[in-house]
């Protein structure tokens, strides 16, 4: 089946810091705009000064970095987490940020639970260690909101035969670990699973900046560009990103985008697909994008 023209917010929480302050100031947005949304939230410790070490392993990371002006959407305290300062708990800390998010009416599933451990080692991860990962998220997920999640995408858009067995076996819904176009069931190695893969469509922030502009309207005209105003757009906003600094440009990118397509969330574009035994099955495969270091997991021909 074909989806419906929609826009959809994926919002992903990377960071202590991106869901202390950040999704809040989302959610106000959000209300604001009376739109919901499919969130992800790394359940596990912060170690995003990890991250430089991309430098010395990941074509075109630090380009990226300093196109962008990375580090200055972070605060200092979070570009040394895990090295120069001890890592410290994303939501175990702040239990009540992740409720508020679901009693505010949004879709709340796992973005992992080490998100740099996964983004620079899956690929190297045996099963038996995806699934330590995926099952502490659950874990603590369960501890905090009271039901198992349905919900996952893959921190960094990595996705490896290891991961779509471990998180199928977690007894998911849907997921959202690839950039593509269009619903599929993923396969990767030896294994197809018979979970809706629904993929981010549309560059995110951070892979734009410095090559669309910086300004608020340089940026929503640079979104207005890609999106598709007669099919499925997923667009995936981080609390660290569009929760601080570039609010202003995701409020002016919803009120541009509200007045010509429904927002929706990701399981209602799920639940609109019928029977995911009918949708298409298509590779993943590692690949580059525009803007962004290293590689992305892509929806791609078997």
């Known amino acids: ?6 826009f959809v917010l994926k919002v992903d ?9 950040g999704a809040p100031r989302l959610l106000e947005l959000f209300a604001k705009h009376g739109v919901r949304a499919s969130w992800f939230v790394t359940m ?16 075109g990371f630090l380009a990226k970095m300093m196109r962008s002006s990375a580090p200055s959407l972070y605060p200092l305290s979070t570009m040394l987490r895990g090295t120069l300062l001890p890592s410290v708990p994303v939501v175990s800390t702040q239990p009540e940020r992740l409720t508020d998010i679901e009693r505010s009416g949004h879709e709340l599933g796992i973005h992992g639970w080490d998100h740099v451990h996964w983004h620079d080692d899956l690929g190297r991860m045996d099963r038996a260690e995806v699934d330590e990962e ?5 874990e603590l997920f369960e501890q905090i909101v009271g039901r ?12 490896t035969e290891n991961s779509l067995r471990s998180t199928d076996a977690l007894g998911i819904l849907l997921r959202s670990d690839t950039r593509g176009t269009s619903p599929y069931r993923p396969r990767a190695g030896g294994y197809t699973s018979p979970t809706p893969e629904i993929p981010t469509t549309l560059p995110t922030l951070d892979e734009i900046l410095g090559r669309c502009g910086t300004t608020t309207d340089d940026l929503t005209r640079a979104y207005e560009g890609w ?22 440009q995701l409020d002016a990118l919803l009120h541009r985008v509200r007045s010509e397509l429904p927002v929706k969330t990701l399981g209602e574009v799920a ?24 590689t992305v997991a892509r929806q791609g021909a078997v």
């Open 44 to 59: 596990g410790p912060d170690h995003t000064g990890r991250s430089v070490l991309r430098v010395f392993r990941q074509k």
């Open 13 to 21: 929480v990377d960071t202590h810091v991106g869901l202390r302050e």
């Open 134 to 138: 995926v099952g502490k998220a659950s």
């Open 227 to 248: 999106i598709d105003f007669g099919g499925l757009n997923v667009h995936t906003v981080h609390t660290e990103v569009e929760g601080a600094a570039y609010l202003p």
């Open 148 to 159: 198992r999640p349905d919900r996952f995408a893959a921190p960094g858009w990595q996705c």
């Open 271 to 294: 639940a609109a697909l019928g029977d995911p035994a009918e949708l298409p099955v298509e590779g993943v495969e590692s690949g580059e994008l525009p803007g962004r270091g290293g």
């Open 1 to 6: 089946m074909t989806p419906a023209p929609a």
